[in-house]
Nanobody, 121 residues
Framework: QVQLVESGGGLVQPGGSLRLSCVASVSIFSRYAMGWYRQAPGKQRELVAAITSGGDTNYADSVKGRFTISRDNAKNTVYLQMNSLKPEDTAVYYC???????????????WGQGTQVTVSS
């Protein structure tokens, strides 16, 4: 089964940086679209960044220019480099994955358990 494990969260001051990692236990990682979502207390979970199996990326407007998503297929890992962090970036960050070789109706969305990012002085 697919398992996603996030790491790299922590406490950082405004303007600082963090690099999140998500390791995916899947058979063929290159077939999966990967994404980072976040959820703050009392807020809806929202897309932060995504990267397709082909390497195309998409970012939320709120993080564009500050965050970068990347993947290393040899390591079954997706990264989220977060720079110029703001207090409003504080949230639990979740990794997700979907096999793009499957039709959308048959596709299962997998989620990690999340890693806490706190931006505070």
């Amino acid at each position: 089964q697919v398992q996603l494990v996030e790491s790299g969260g922590g406490l950082v001051q405004p303007g600082g940086s963090l690099r999140l990692s998500c390791v995916a236990s899947v058979s063929i990682f290159s077939r999966y679209a990967m994404g980072w979502y976040r959820q703050a207390p009392g807020k809806q979970r929202e897309l932060v960044a995504a990267i397709t199996s082909g390497g195309d990326t998409n970012y939320a407007d709120s993080v564009k220019g500050r965050f970068t998503i990347s993947r290393d297929n040899a390591k079954n890992t997706v990264y989220l480099q977060m720079n110029s962090l703001k207090p409003e970036d504080t949230a639990v960050y979740y990794c997700n994955a979907a096999n793009e070789r499957l039709q959308v109706w048959a596709r299962t969305i997998y989620w990690g358990q999340g890693t806490q990012v706190t931006v505070s002085s």
